[in-house]
């Protein structure tokens, strides 16, 4: 069976990953990439360089984005030099940035009017995630849709499940933010106090995290801050973004979320000092150093 050719647009931390893995299993594909030399490693192993996200989904079936901000994202599809250009009738498109559910809406929209079939599918796991193919992937837009990209989806990931109607996806995601956000809060605190009251944090991290209050990012991200290893597996000014979405999206619909806004503001705090390109565990940063 042919495989269908796949224009991949982004090669950061976890876009990288995502597309070796589509490589891996044989799909064609075509990259763009804002900055080339990110996506090398990608072209030494049969990726093809395209110029620009259009000229990248002119020759593919499907077109997948991972970039970083929503503005990226309305660039990606809607700029004029975006894949809604070019991609032909019957193609599809999938996001897999976490983006605005509204944006979603209209880019769905604007696929449906030119036969192009759309999906909004983001993604959490972070970089290891990535790496390991065990993403979980969040979907909104048509079903028939999701069926066609499932198994695309399953090569980059683990649990992947249809939300709903398109802009779903990214609601999923917001839920998914703002309970890690309150976490990385309860996380942080815990640390403080654990720090004051003189003990061990690894020794205290071996107790809590296999009990109820363990969670992946005490698993995953607190062992790396303990190493004062505080390099992105997703970045602090993007998880920044993510939160602005939430807020801006239960505003809109007259949800009030007073945790995430407080985390919001702890995170803001840290890119102020210039730590947005550190990874979100930087936000214990203050609580293990001893200033």
């Known amino acids: 069976m042919r495989r269908e050719s796949i224009a991949f647009i982004g090669a950061g931390v976890m876009g990288r990953s995502m597309a070796e893995h589509l490589l891996s299993a044989g799909y064609p594909l075509f990259l763009y990439s804002r900055t080339r030399s990110k996506a090398e490693p990608l072209l030494a192993k049969g990726a093809v360089w395209r110029d620009s996200p259009a000229e990248a989904a002119s020759e593919a079936d499907v077109a997948i984005s991972m970039v970083g901000y929503p503005q990226d994202v309305e660039t990606v599809y809607l700029g004029e030099s975006g894949i809604l250009k070019s991609l032909r009738k019957g193609a599809l498109a999938i996001d897999m940035t976490t983006s605005s559910p509204l944006l979603a809406k209209r880019i769905a929209e604007a696929g449906a009017a030119n036969g192009i079939g759309i999906l909004d599918a983001p ?5 290891s995630g990535a790496r390991e193919a065990r993403l979980s992937i969040m979907v909104g837009g048509e079903r028939e849709h999701f069926d066609r990209a499932l198994p695309i989806l399953e090569i980059m990931g683990k649990n992947i499940v249809y939300q709903g109607a398109a802009g779903a996806g990214q609601h999923t995601k917001m839920c998914n933010q703002i309970a890690i956000a309150g976490g990385m809060v309860a996380i942080a605190e815990s640390l403080a106090y654990a720090k004051s009251a003189g003990l061990d944090p690894e020794t205290v991290l071996k107790s809590i995290s296999a009990g109820a209050a363990g969670s992946w990012s005490m698993s995953n991200l607190v062992p790396r801050a303990l190493q004062g290893d505080f390099e992105p597996g ?23 979320l007073p945790g995430l806004a407080m985390a919001k503001r702890l995170y803001d705090e840290l890119a102020e000092k210039g730590n947005g390109n550190l990874g979100t565990q930087a936000l214990f940063q203050r609580c293990l150093s001893d200033g």
Do not use: C, N, Q
């Open 123 to 127: 993604v959490s796991g972070g970089d």
């Open 234 to 256: 997703f970045y602090v000014k993007h998880f920044i973004k993510d939160m602005g979405i939430a807020i801006e999206s239960a505003s809109e619909m007259g949800l009030e």
